[in-house]
């Protein structure tokens, strides 16, 4: 089948009353914009021009429901081609605009770090010597991630050029020739950056539903089943027991009493397989 083909069979699968009628009831007003720039984002991409419909449709679903714009010059969120399926794309300023909303974040931002600025890091104390005053010059060594709660709560994240390098490789199959390598920084900002919020951040139904879907080929509209075709073995690395045992430290006094007592035990017993788990237990307090 030819991509102009596939692209009117895309246009048609989005023109049904049943499927206006879906984001209608997601967006108002704001659907049929939505939709055109779906169709955009699809006639502009001849790979994504052959994809399945219905996984272009879950992906926009999926974007409708966190309130994301599908625009590449944004930034927020992406649908890239994978395939013949469509993959869901989180960016840094998706997760920035998500946690937001929380109305729990007084501070949050993530940077490149060059190598005229970066001075050191001191992995015991997370303090970052750089000097951001001095204008960008040489090659980016690093990326920055930092977040400050309105309870005061702060924390910074920095990795160096090589770790992030190494931990594209180790999950995404197709980092030297997907969206790694074409948009290099976009998604190594937006790697640090879930990494933080995933392990230290406040997290809303929203942000956790954004680490679910990124990188994903959704099966659902609802995003309740998904694949991660990029890295099949697993979406995420497993925590430590160290980031465990330090944000149970900080969240335990929210916790409810069985909650505790299951989360005592898996630290004390180092339940390897409940980690993620209790992961989410506490980054949801």
């Given at each position: 089948m030819s991509n102009l083909a596939t692209t009117k069979d895309i246009k048609s699968f989005f023109g049904q009353d049943n499927i206006k009628a879906k984001f209608q009831e997601m967006l108002g007003k704001r659907a049929p914009q939505f939709i055109t720039s779906v169709l955009q984002i699809v006639a502009n991409n001849s790979y994504l021009s052959s994809a399945d419909p219905l996984s272009i449709y879950n992906c926009a679903a999926t974007a409708a429901t966190l309130d994301l714009p599908l625009n590449n010059n944004l930034g927020f969120a992406w649908i890239v081609p994978y395939g013949k399926q469509a993959q869901f794309q989180m960016g840094w300023r998706g997760y920035v605009q998500l946690a937001q909303r929380t109305g729990q974040y007084?501070?949050?931002?993530?940077?490149?770090?060059?190598?005229?600025?970066?001075?050191?890091?001191?992995?015991?104390?997370?303090?970052?010597?750089?000097?951001?005053?001095?204008?960008?010059?040489?090659?980016?060594?690093?990326?920055?991630?930092?977040?400050?709660?309105?309870?005061?709560f702060e924390k910074v994240v920095y990795w160096d050029i090589e770790k992030v390098k190494?931990?594209?490789?180790?999950?995404?199959?197709?980092?030297?020739?997907?969206?790694?390598?074409?948009?290099?920084?976009?998604?190594?900002?937006?790697?640090?950056?879930?990494?933080?919020?995933?392990?230290?951040?406040?997290?809303?139904?929203?942000?956790?539903?954004?680490?679910?879907?990124?990188?994903?080929?959704?099966?659902?509209?609802?995003?309740?089943?998904?694949q991660y075709p990029d890295n099949p073995d697993t979406a995420e690395p497993i925590p430590t027991f160290e980031d465990l045992e330090l944000l149970y430290d900080i969240k335990k006094q929210s916790l409810g009493a069985d909650e505790k007592?299951?989360?005592?035990?898996?630290?004390?017993?180092?339940?390897?397989?409940?980690?993620?788990?209790?992961q989410t237990l506490l980054a949801a307090k």
């Amino acid at each position: 089948m030819s991509n102009l083909a596939t692209t009117k069979d895309i246009k048609s699968f989005f023109g049904q009353d049943n499927i206006k009628a879906k984001f209608q009831e997601m967006l108002g007003k704001r659907a049929p914009q939505f939709i055109t720039s779906v169709l955009q984002i699809v006639a502009n991409n001849s790979y994504l021009s052959s994809a399945d419909p219905l996984s272009i449709y879950n992906c926009a679903a999926t974007a409708a429901t966190l309130d994301l714009p599908l625009n590449n010059n944004l930034g927020f969120a992406w649908i890239v081609p994978y395939g013949k399926q469509a993959q869901f794309q989180m960016g840094w300023r998706g997760y920035v605009q998500l946690a937001q909303r929380t109305g729990q974040y007084l501070k949050i931002n993530v940077v490149e770090v060059y190598a005229n600025q970066f001075r050191g890091w001191d992995t015991l104390r997370e303090k970052l010597d750089a000097d951001f005053a001095l204008p960008p010059s040489g090659s980016v060594v690093g990326y920055c991630a930092y977040f400050m709660l309105i309870n005061g709560f702060e924390k910074v994240v920095y990795w160096d050029i090589e770790k992030v390098k190494a931990h594209a490789k180790k999950y995404s199959k197709s980092w030297n020739n997907g969206p790694w390598k074409d948009e290099f920084d976009k998604m190594a900002k937006k790697t640090v950056l879930k990494d933080m919020l995933s392990k230290w951040g406040m997290m809303s139904v929203e942000i956790q539903k954004a680490l679910v879907v990124d990188q994903a080929v959704i099966q659902d509209a609802d995003a309740t089943e998904v694949q991660y075709p990029d890295n099949p073995d697993t979406a995420e690395p497993i925590p430590t027991f160290e980031d465990l045992e330090l944000l149970y430290d900080i969240k335990k006094q929210s916790l409810g009493a069985d909650e505790k007592q299951d989360a005592e035990r898996i630290l004390s017993n180092k339940e390897e397989k409940s980690y993620k788990k209790l992961q989410t237990l506490l980054a949801a307090k």
